[in-house]
């Protein structure tokens, strides 16, 4: 089950610049799309969220942009913080028009942030 | 800020032995659900549970899984035979509703080892 891809296995950053973290799906039918941040030993944290019909979401540091026609989200995380390092798991639900709130996962990005 | 809980956080087992995963949904959430990340693989939608029926299961989620809402507060997921394969790490999650919107909580995990 490939719906939720996320290519980049890790990624390095210095503190204080901006980390990119990206995400591709194949379903179209996805309504809603989701970040979560997983530290080690923990269970995933929501992070934020955006909804299919917008293209833009922010919360503070964290700003999730949506590109429906190319099926590729991603989160922009300015400044990073060496707090920040962590895995981050793009996910989607709503597919099968919202008969289903089911998360599907990406194989998640482990983030460092050097300071 | 209430928290999902689960018990144990680790647990080792025999193959064919049965198993009983415990949580604690946060208290005003009405939906209920049960994701796996076998290691190095993605987290896997196992079920969702609502108003003491299963609502969505996936493929994995067999004859051999079965959940459970005993009391007001316990959320238990079940293996009734364990195979090694299914030696992964089990996140129970909640949340308010079970619109595609809504936040899904996650708890620390329970690490489930299968000898």
């Known amino acids: 089950d490939q719906q939720v891809k996320q290519n980049s296995p890790s990624l390095s950053v210095q503190e204080g610049r901006i980390s990119i973290l990206n995400c591709d799906y194949t379903?179209?039918?996805?309504?809603?799309f989701l970040w979560y941040k997983k530290y080690p030993a923990e269970g995933p944290t929501f992070l934020i969220s955006?909804?299919?019909?917008?293209d833009k979401n922010e919360d503070g540091r964290f700003t999730v942009f949506l590109n429906k026609s190319a099926k590729h989200l991603s989160l922009h995380i300015v400044p990073s913080q060496p707090g920040d390092s962590a895995v981050y798991f793009c996910?989607?639900?709503?597919?099968?028009?919202?008969?289903?709130?089911?998360?599907?996962f990406g194989t998640g990005t482990l983030l460092a942030v050097q300071p | 800020e209430p928290e999902v809980t689960q018990t144990p956080s680790h647990q080792v087992t025999q193959m064919g032995q049965e198993v009983i995963l415990r949580c604690v949904p946060i208290?005003?959430?009405?939906?209920f659900y049960w994701y796996r990340q076998i290691l190095g693989q993605k987290v896997e939608f196992l079920v969702s549970?609502?108003?003491?029926?299963?609502?969505?299961k996936s493929e994995i989620f067999d004859d051999q899984f079965s959940v459970e809402r005993p009391d007001g507060s316990n959320f238990t997921l079940k293996i009734r035979s364990t195979k090694l394969e299914d030696s992964a790490m089990y996140f129970c999650?909640?949340?308010?509703?079970?619109?595609?919107?809504?936040?899904?909580?996650f708890g620390p995990g329970t690490r489930l080892l299968v000898l």
């Open positions: 996910a989607a639900s709503g597919a099968a028009g919202g008969a289903t709130n089911k998360l599907i």
């Open positions: 999650a909640s949340s308010i509703s079970g619109g595609a919107w809504e936040t899904q909580y």
């Open positions: 549970f609502y108003n003491n029926e299963i609502s969505e």
């Open positions: 379903n179209s039918m996805f309504d809603y």
């Open positions: 208290s005003n959430h009405l939906y």
């Open positions: 955006i909804s299919s019909i917008k």
